[in-house]
């Protein structure tokens, strides 16, 4: 290990003013769907998450009360170009890797096809997905803070192969394997397959990383954790690996977003209704344009993705 090296997040290097507050999380990213039924069975018989609410045309799923996905029904729009700014992947991250190996067996016995892959990224172990609708679907689990490596205020986020079947072999209980077995599965069903899970991170499609720092950095208030050239780009609050990413891998040049089906909304959630206010006044004072109702900020990235910003409850 250099001598630059070190397992601690670094001091930020911005004034508090400048900055999303450390408590900063993600809140449930809306999708856009045509197929409310096909993406709600997706979501809770294979990716095992809950349905917490249902009203006329949206579903809301998550687990142990935690809203993680909003699916909004509008079969009037246009699937979204593969090629467009727009969602990469949502990622889910579970607090434990039996839960992980649980849905990644479920997904593996029930939907083999939408299987996209993995990759041990030193901060993590993520694997990939594609749903029926062709948004981009991440199911990882963190290794301790205090395992990543930080080096001239960059963590280390490599991807080196992780065998999903060695995973599994490792991880998967009993339990999932008959909870996965059976046709239907109680709501809220208690069982170490099911831990807990939070919406770790959003990965975006843009059109070009500088004009991505300059948003997501500059103004909105995240602190830029890794890159990798002009292709991609991850940042967070707080010292966490990143809450959002944007690359260009699929999307160099875009333009901003036309309505289609797909990313609906990225919800950034930070502790008080103050701390809203103060984002606003910094986009503001940046000339980025704003609605803010007093309890939610919405503002457009470059790209036109919908980011709403509001207080914990």
């Not at 434990?96 to 649980?102: D, K, M, P």
Request: aromatic share 6%; hydrophobic share 40%.
């Amino acid at each position: 290990m250099s001598a630059t090296t070190s397992h601690t997040a670094p001091a930020p290097s911005r004034r508090a003013e400048e900055l999303l507050p450390a408590e900063t999380s993600m809140g449930a990213v809306t999708l856009l769907v045509g197929d409310l039924d096909l993406m709600t069975r997706y979501y809770r018989d294979i990716v095992l998450l809950d349905v917490m609410r249902a009203e006329g045309n949206e579903v809301v799923l998550g687990r142990h009360g935690v809203e993680l996905l909003l699916l909004r029904h509008d079969p009037s729009l246009p699937p979204g170009s593969p090629r467009s700014a727009g969602l990469f992947h949502t990622a889910i991250l579970f607090e434990s890797r039996a839960a992980l190996a649980a849905a990644l067996a479920s997904v593996a016995v029930k939907a083999p096809g939408t299987y996209a892959g993995a990759g041990d990224h030193d901060v993590s172990e993520a694997f990939y997905f594609t749903d029926p609708e062709g948004n981009g679907v991440e199911l990882y689990f963190d290794r301790p803070r205090s395992t990543w490596e930080w080096t001239g205020g960059q963590v280390k986020m490599g991807t080196k192969w992780l065998d999903p079947n060695r995973f599994l072999a490792e991880h998967l209980t009993d339990d999932a394997r008959e909870l996965i077995a059976t046709a239907e599965r109680p709501a809220g069903a208690s069982s170490p397959a099911l831990a807990g899970a939070v919406l770790g991170h959003v990965h975006l499609q843009v059109g070009d990383v500088p004009t991505a720092r300059e948003f997501y950095v500059r103004k909105l208030g995240f602190e830029e954790t890794t890159a990798l050239g002009n292709q991609a780009l991850f940042v967070s609050a707080g010292g966490y690996h990143h809450h959002m990413a944007m690359n260009t891998w699929n999307s160099a040049g875009a333009g901003p977003r036309v309505p289609a089906l797909g990313l609906g909304t990225v919800d950034i959630v930070v502790p008080t209704t103050e701390q809203v206010a103060s984002v606003n006044a910094r986009l503001t004072a940046h000339g980025v344009p704003t609605r803010h109702d007093g309890a939610v900020l919405r503002v457009n990235d470059p790209w036109n993705n919908l980011i709403e910003i509001r207080a914990a409850a």
